[in-house]
């Protein structure tokens, strides 16, 4: 085991990350492979990191967040899917 059983929620790793929600506390972060908080994000986590990016926010107000938890661009969901 990589993470430890302190969380009701963990994602899988991607791109060396893994999106976890702790007991007890509102909203997640992100752990490198050691379980050592690694990133956190001022808006809510959503998914784990693809192509350097995640999106993060709530629905309505989700942004596109880098490696560094920066964000980089607004994130919209395409109306006709």
């Given at each position: 085991?990589?993470?430890a059983s302190t969380y009701y929620q963990v994602n899988p790793f991607?791109?060396?990350?893994?999106?976890?929600?702790p007991e007890g506390?509102?909203?997640?972060?992100?752990?490198d492979r050691t379980g050592k908080k690694a990133?956190?994000?001022?808006?809510?986590?959503?998914?784990?990191f693809s192509d350097g990016l995640t999106?993060?926010?709530?629905e309505?107000?989700?942004k596109y967040v880098d490696r560094r938890g920066e964000i980089v661009a607004?994130?919209?969901l395409d109306p006709h899917l």
């Open positions: 085991m990589a993470i991607s791109e060396g990350f893994a999106l976890v929600w506390e509102a909203g997640g972060y992100y752990v990133l956190v994000i001022k808006l809510w986590p959503q998914w784990s999106v993060a926010g709530q309505g107000e989700q607004p994130y919209e």
